[in-house]
Nanobody
Framework: QVQLVESGGGLVQAGGSLRLSCAASGSIFSINAMGWYRQAPGKQRELVATNTSGGSTNYADSVKGRFTISRDNAKNTVSLQMNSLKPEDTAVYYC??????????????WGQGIQVTVSS
């Protein structure tokens, strides 16, 4: 079993910053790609940023230059530093982690979701 625990969400004014973190624990042989997605009310879940096991990053155009994804392989964590937040960044944010288990099975896990609200 694998658990993902997210932290760091909350309410912030436009122009402010928040840092989200996601920690993976459990039956983990290795971690592959790690990423963040978000879902605003009435909209589909969308990719925010990803970080591959090789360290390559990818960002949605809407967050480029404002958000930074990083990972700590020793701690099995992925973080999302969000600066210059806008009201349109308001959403529930989910971490997504690709994990290879001890049986060499590969599974993508989702965090429980954490609310980020940006007031204007």
């Amino acid at each position: 079993q694998v658990q993902l625990v997210e932290s760091g969400g909350g309410l912030v004014q436009a122009g402010g910053s928040l840092r989200l973190s996601c920690a993976a624990s459990g039956s983990i042989f290795s971690i592959n790609a790690m990423g963040w997605y978000r879902q605003a009310p009435g909209k589909q879940r969308e990719l925010v940023a990803t970080n591959t096991s090789g360290g390559s990053t990818n960002y949605a155009d809407s967050v480029k230059g404002r958000f930074t994804i990083s990972r700590d392989n020793a701690k099995n964590t992925v973080s999302l530093q969000m600066n210059s937040l806008k009201p349109e960044d308001t959403a529930v944010y989910y971490c997504n982690v690709g994990i290879t288990g001890w049986r060499f099975d590969r599974t993508a896990y989702w965090g429980q979701g954490i609310q980020v609200t940006v007031s204007s």
